[in-house]
């Protein structure tokens, strides 16, 4: 079979619109589909195809005008520069000495359809012979379950006699974060924080003991309910921030409580969303917050893959219900329809479980 | 001698008026004098005269109307109660077994003249064989050195090779900061936060390389500079919140720095300038907030107290210069200015260091 010679891709669009309010509904005027010629290769790179990509909150941050764009610990995204994201590639050209032709790998891309990244973009490989649907690696033995495992394990280092909340409960860390918690670590009690009654029902069929409903008018009376006896958690496992996180402060344990810090998706479309207003709660309350992403742990993936894997296979962790994938493999013109399909994490569409968005099947 | 059988007390007004956003220069309005019998005491019950009375910007939150005063670690003050203090007392009457009368006590008293006290509020008694001012047990072996004590020891764990930043480090915990880091510790780059150039000097002359004035037009530039090629701290000792501390997060260490919580004085009269607007930086940074509060220590003070004696003694920890003495002893009606004095926190009036309030001397 012969390269492709030209790649299609997705670039920020110039001059940037992209400002903290942007939604990503309007893929005309926040991207733009070019056209690259494919050069030859240089030492360290890759041509791969993306067969899935994966939609993060994160990337948010990647493009959005932001006065402390240096604080932020990936390189940003500018005007015409391609948008990136993680993704599940094969790789179709090597220039590397580890990344063989026809392995696929779990990490960083570009969307686009075959695009050029360097060798070290591409950390986590899949391994054939273990009988795992593709898109797990792109879900939840990639960053979704990682993040569960190392926040959890690592991080918060959550007990068997802990209480544990965590928020955004029916998304697709939240979901792993309350399966790990519940059917590898035996935790005490285990309280999703969730959107509406059907979310809610999702998070507590996937093994929460109780759900909170954040639109509830009560939502602080609600969680007392759910603590019952205990009163308060010794682990809240934020990937929200905001207003939903001030309000937790109080349902901290005192002294030895943990606030696992490690999303902030209440303020992707609005940074005001995000403000604390309960800082003083930390002080007088003695918590501990520790921030957290998932990067710094992938040296240390096989393990947590294994575990997680281990209780899919006994039947404890489900995956199936947890994802919404987006098939746009049969289009005729599918980059055009990432930055909608991007934007249903933030407007509502998006379905209990993971965003993927599949691009083509794998060629080996 | 005989006893006082009357006390005169300073209470909170009905109906209160002590919004959040309510100042302390008006006592009429925020605070009434009150004349209370002194009956007999109750077993555990201590009569015991106000010598010298500390104030701490916390007092201002035990009386605020906040709606989330079930989320303070300490009794809040209600229309018509006591107001309460840190202070030095001498014990004039006891049912207790622990406190005898003549005792000097540094601890939780009211404001007031001679005043009935569970014995439990005060718990460190002075050592009068020590040859050390009575307005130490007040300042700097009181709750403001025994915070910067067990701050930097127990909860950052500052280390001979760490850079540190202190905000308020003209304030009276903040000075202790800077020479307890300088002095006892030896950390490698001590760096003081504080408003004007005489403070600046004033932080510089006890021991901070470095100072940088938050109301400079470039804090961060500033900021850049004095960490030179640190880049950033190891350690930041935030007693401040809002602004700063928002600014601050992008200059302490990823994955290892520490942002020790005690104090947040930034939002004692206007509690939307305690917003944190910058919580990804903890996210992307990595960063262990630890919120702090001294009163968990009172129990190792002693240690505390030596190692800050011994700095004292040794003529590394100067101690004179950082006092603000309001000397109402020989006033005629000392009680009605308390409020007024307590106010110079706020309102720019106070010097650097700790701001004390004299009502009487001891007796024995």
């Not at 399966?179 to 959107?195: C, M, R």
């Not at 005001?272 to 309960?278: A, M, T, Y």
Request: proline share 4%; charged share 25%.
């Amino acid at each position: 079979m012969s390269l492709p010679t030209k790649s299609t891709l997705v670039a920020v669009n110039e001059p940037p619109t992209y400002e903290i309010n942007a939604t990503f509904d309007q893929p005309e005027s926040t991207f733009k589909i070019v056209e690259k010629e494919i050069g030859e290769l240089q030492d360290g790179q890759l041509l791969v195809k993306n067969l899935y990509l994966s939609n993060d909150p994160t990337q948010r941050g990647w493009i959005t005008k932001n006065p402390n764009r240096e604080a932020m610990y990936v390189e940003p995204i500018g005007a015409n520069d391609i948008m990136r994201s993680y993704g599940l590639v094969e790789v179709l050209d090597s220039k590397s000495e580890t990344h063989k032709v026809g392995d696929i790998y779990m990490g960083t891309t570009y969307w686009g359809d075959n695009v050029v990244v360097p060798a070290l973009f591409l950390s986590l490989k899949v391994d054939k012979s273990v009988p795992l649907p593709l898109t797990a690696y792109v879900d939840w033995v990639g960053g979704t379950g990682l993040t569960a495992y190392f926040g959890l394990y690592d991080v918060a280092q959550l007990k068997k006699e802990d209480v544990l909340v965590v928020s955004g409960a029916a998304g697709a860390t939240g979901a792993m974060v309350v399966q790990i918690a519940k059917h590898l670590i035996g935790a005490k009690k285990i309280i999703g924080i969730a959107g509406g009654q059907e979310k809610c029902d999702f998070v507590k069929s996937i093994g929460a003991d109780e759900c909170v409903d954040y639109r509830s008018k009560d939502f602080s009376g609600d969680m007392k309910k759910a603590l019952g006896e205990d009163q308060e958690c010794d682990v809240y496992f934020d990937g929200v921030g905001g207003e939903i996180l001030d309000q937790m402060f109080s349902f901290v344990k005192r002294r030895t409580g943990v606030v696992v810090a490690c999303g902030a998706i209440a303020g992707y479309n609005d940074s005001s969303k995000l403000w604390v207003k309960n800082w003083g709660h930390i002080i007088t309350r003695r918590l501990n917050v520790k921030g957290f992403i998932v990067t710094d742990y992938l040296g240390e993936a096989q393990k947590a893959i294994q575990a997680i894997v281990g209780g899919v296979k006994a039947g404890k962790i489900k995956v199936d219900n947890t994802l919404h994938l987006e098939d746009l493999s049969k289009e005729s013109e599918p980059l055009k329809q990432l930055p909608t399909i991007y934007n249903k994490l933030f407007n509502g569409e998006k379905k209990a479980g993971k965003l993927l968005t599949k691009l083509a099947d794998p060629i080996n």
